[in-house]
């Protein structure tokens, strides 16, 4: 039996009956070919997918004639694949095999230091905000550990289609409120996949994700990429893989979230990812009974920060429980209220966004 061959036969099958995005030699440790005899390693990360593996390996490799097949596994995911042949030498510049997402004009990362500081709240707002100055966006979330952005555009049921296209298969982006919209949790099966399908390995998927959703025949003007909060592998990955024009740093306006904006600076910096601005979420409190502005977390130093740092504060958003009301109702407050002083603090910061992005495109 030829190695190519089974190799070829292990790509083309698919895990999706346990839930995952991968195919047999995604998951795959070892290889070895004997005449018809095979042995092989595979990554899984728990016992109850041995049968199910197992009988998937018979299935593809016995059609092509293997006749003693042994199976092993490890829990240990696969780091590198190591039937190809060896990679070529790095390039130069570890930038260099960039790709640009195709059919796309602008890509802009949304980013945060941690969690909860409100960047889905940001990304789909900016998103809509995009939309609503009238041009064609579309949302990425890539937020493997909490993917809300679906919920935020009242999507996160929508069944998600595949097409074939002369470039393989392509997941097709749905629709919300206009705007093209995809999530890793649309691909995510379920609240009990172990959590390291949703580590390394998803993570070696998200980047090829990127490469493979259809957003329609259209070519976007912007799509807006939700990413993972921290400052690390994942965010490094990414802005290796992908050609990005531009990064927004989401931050409260506290100290301790303020260390991770010069963080997140001086990552954009290192992987060559130009900043556009930071956005600063829950800045002030405007009392509805007295119209007086209260800032909760003190004055902030965020403009200050911007500066040292050489970008910009794009804009102040109000701590508005509209914001969250609507979030939850899976309309947008730019959608929702546009009218209200958060929606049009959003609208200026995609203003803002846009006239940056046209510049350096000069
Ligand atoms: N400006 C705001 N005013 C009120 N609630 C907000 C605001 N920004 C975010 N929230 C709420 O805070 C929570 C966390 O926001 P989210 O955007 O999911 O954060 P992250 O993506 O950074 O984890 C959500 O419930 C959201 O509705
Ligand atoms: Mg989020």
Redesign the pocket.
Known sequence: MALQGVIDALKRTNLQEIGVSFSLADIMKDLRIEGNNVYIKLFSPSEKYYDYLREKIYSTLKPLGAENIEVEFSSEPPVQRQTQPPPPPPPQNPFESRRRIPNIDKVILVA?GK????????AVNLASALKKLGHNVGYLDA?MY?P?GPTMFGAKDRKVMAKETPEGQKIIAPEAHGVKIMSIGFLLPSEDTPVIWRGPVLFKALTQFLFDIDWGDEKLDFLVI?LP?GTGDIQITLGQTAEVDGAII?TTPQDVALIDVKKGIQMFNEVQIPIIGIVE??SYFVCPDSGKKYEIFGKSKTEDIAKIYGTELLGQ?????K??EF??LGIPIVFAKEDSQ?AQEFINIAKKVIEKLSKKGE
């Open positions: 945060s969690g909860g500081v409100g960047k889905s709240t940001v937020d909490g809300s939700d909060p989401v979420n829950m958003i109000p701590i508005e429980p914001v969250a979030s939850d958060t």
